[in-house]
């Protein structure tokens, strides 16, 4: 998938009890918590956002509590997709889960300045960040998968289907269906 | 070539036998153990429909505990341990823990026989971690992930690199397990062990108590690690023997596994450390920021409500005073440690000293409630993360440390070196 749109740039260790506080972990409608993101390292954050913008982050981006609202309120607000130095694993696997895809690429960050556009390929890797070009690894199959199905809701609504096709399949294997890991 | 623990633990779920268990492979595995809380109920069961809902795989394995917002401070908190009440009453789950009726999760899932050497534990909370203190493989995920292993009964993982943690010497009074986490993270940084199981061995680790490597595990995340995990011995052994409710396997790793690299700690030479605000790798001994004046002792989380935290802060605080000035807050993690603490006298020592000993909650250990910080106040806290606006206001300031440093300053009003007292 190829996704477009104004870059904003974030340091390293970004945790997430500043993408939204403890105190907001009770409100469960992405559109209420897309209000809080940054609220109080960064109050203009959210009114700077337009749908598509592009996260350009440093190490360790979502760092800390493992907690949902997070990614869950950068995607209702409108972020397309995440570049990082490097990722807090529970934020890597919530964002891929949810459909917001994260990618690692520490040469497109660096380059990166605030407001400039950029455009991400997830499939290919490619990464432009103000007319310059970037190679990182492309996603694995896995998670393309997941993303193109836009998250893993309707990934394991396949699987679960992936699985009933299996059962009622003739036992010689004929016809069997296409499973991936 | 040999295998570490988590290497073995892994391979002992994966579902396809031709999956090579090594690190940086992708493989599918069963968990045991699927933990889940309050916060993460709504948005994990509303995944959970719209992946087409029906019945939990295997219910047996789910354990559901309100702890975050419990008991309950706003409606919001209450509607989410509602929604955790109604999915156990409709899926039939038997591990279902109340506010009053089970504490912290972390602290809980062992005290309750609920995992065990050799198990393979997921949950939405960062700390899942915490369970690699009796040799299980347990980390944190994505809550559309648990929502897909109550569907599919399993789930995937990237086998993780693994750093060899090897503790030696004699530990020295005042220092605890958290010390030893709290060094871990000054050596490695907090994104030093990204992806990576902590694994923990050596000499001196028959010194730290199954209570103390909780502390230690809890925080293996706090530098970015998938796991935790302390190489069982007869201590672990023994303590299976009694709480197990199901069969365990003390996996210890092959002489020659392969390490990404080796951190040797020697904890003869250790005073208490402490984490300065906003990272809980911004560590210092606690002499570095001795005189620090304390608005707030905050003691008890999901590593550190143990009994044997709440023995450490006794030993402070009886026959002493909290500081005028200074409030302390003291949180049991679990329903059966309160009991015990009750029965051991110990909550007769805190409210004599004029501390607040509360139910058992995550409370302000995230900033929600039961001792959120103001602008400006400084707390010193046996919680593991301290970062901007973690304790309340964005301009309050935490310090992390050990059970000893907490009580004392609480006694001082200000950080001292408990041997100082």
Redesign the interface.
């Known amino acids: 998938m190829v996704f477009e749109g104004q870059v904003h740039v974030l340091g390293?260790?970004v945790?997430t009890?500043?993408m939204i506080?403890?105190?907001h972990?009770?409100?469960?409608e992405p559109a209420e918590m897309a209000k809080h993101v940054f609220e109080?390292?960064d109050p203009g954050f959210v009114a700077r956002v337009k749908p598509g913008d592009i996260i350009m982050a440093g190490?360790?981006f979502g760092?800390?509590?493992?907690?949902?609202?997070a990614p869950?309120g950068l995607k209702a607000l409108g972020i397309s997709c995440i570049v990082a130095v490097?990722f807090?694993?529970?934020f890597y696997?919530?964002a891929?889960?949810?459909g917001l895809p994260p990618l690692v690429c520490a040469e497109a960050v660096r380059s990166a300045t605030q407001g400039e556009r950029a455009r991400v390929d997830t499939r290919t890797g490619e990464i432009f960040v103000g007319g310059r070009r970037y190679r990182t690894q492309p996603l694995?199959d896995?998670v393309q998968d997941i993303i193109s199905e836009g998250?893993?809701?309707n990934w394991?609504?396949s699987?679960?289907e992936r699985r009933r096709l299996k059962q009622t399949q003739p036992p010689d294997g004929y016809g069997k269906p296409a499973t991936r890991? | 070539m040999g295998k570490t623990i988590a290497e073995k633990i892994i391979e002992a779920h994966v579902l396809h036998d031709t999956a090579r268990v090594e690190p940086g492979a992708?493989v599918?595995a069963r968990a045991d153990v699927v933990l889940i809380n309050d916060?993460?109920s709504?948005?994990t069961f509303?995944?959970f429909e719209?992946?087409?809902g029906g019945a939990v795989a295997a219910p047996d394995k789910v354990v559901l505990v309100c702890d975050?917002?419990a008991p309950a401070p706003?409606a919001?908190?209450a509607?989410?341990a509602k929604d955790l009440r109604r999915f156990a009453a409709a899926q039939g789950i038997k591990h279902f823990f109340d506010a009053g009726k089970g504490g912290i999760e972390h602290t809980l899932l062992p005290e309750q026989g609920l995992v065990g050497p050799g198990d393979l534990v997921v949950g939405?909370?960062?700390h899942t971690c915490t369970a690699g203190a009796f040799g299980a493989f347990a980390a944190?995920?994505?809550?559309?992930?648990l929502?897909?292993i109550m569907?599919?009964d399993e789930t995937?993982f990237r086998v993780p690199e693994a750093i060899r943690i090897v503790l030696s010497g004699d530990k020295p009074e005042f220092v605890t397990g958290k010390d030893i986490i709290l060094k871990v993270l000054q050596d490695l940084g907090?994104?030093g062990g990204?992806?990576k199981s902590l694994e923990f061995s050596g000499p001196a680790l028959s010194q730290f108590n199954m209570d103390e490597r909780m502390g230690i595990c809890n925080m293996a995340?706090?530098a970015?690690a998938?796991a935790g995990i302390v190489e069982p011995d007869g201590q672990t052994e023994q303590w299976a023997k009694t709480y197990c409710k199901r069969p365990f396997n003390l996996v210890r790793p092959d002489a020659d596994a392969q390490y990404e690299s080796r951190l040797e700690i020697h904890v003869s030479a250790m005073r208490p450390l402490v984490a300065k605000p906003y990272?809980p790798g911004n560590v210092v001994a606690v002499d570095g920021v001795k005189g620090v004046r304390v608005d707030q002792v905050y003691m008890g989380n999901c590593a550190n409500g143990t009994i044997t935290d709440l023995r450490q802060i006794a030993s402070i605080l009886k026959g002493r005073k909290v500081a005028k000035g200074t409030r302390a807050i003291i949180v049991p993690a679990t329903q059966e440690i309160y009991r015990q603490a009750i029965a051991e006298g110990l909550c007769e020592i805190f409210v004599e000293a004029g501390a607040a000993v509360t139910t058992p909650t995550c409370g302000a250990c995230?900033?929600?409630?039961n001792g959120?910080l103001d602008d400006g106040e400084v707390a010193v806290a046996t919680i593991n993360?301290n970062?901007?606006?973690?304790g309340?206001h964005?301009g309050a300031q935490v310090l992390l440390a050990n059970s000893f440093v907490a009580a004392a300053a609480a006694v001082a009003g200000e950080v001292v070196d408990p041997a100082d007292l």
């Open positions: 390293d260790n945790d009890d500043v506080p403890g105190r972990l009770s409100i469960v109080e390292i190490a360790n760092s800390g509590s493992g907690r949902e609202q869950l490097s807090s694993r529970i696997r919530m891929i889960d949810l694995p896995l998250g893993l809701a394991v609504r699987e679960v890991p | 992708i599918r916060v993460n709504t948005l509303r995944h719209n992946m087409g975050h917002f706003h919001s908190g509607r989410l939405g909370d960062s944190g995920m994505s809550w559309a992930g929502a897909a569907i599919l995937w907090v994104a990204l992806y995340v706090e970015g998938k990272s995230f900033g929600a409630h959120v993360r970062f901007k606006g973690r309340g964005p």
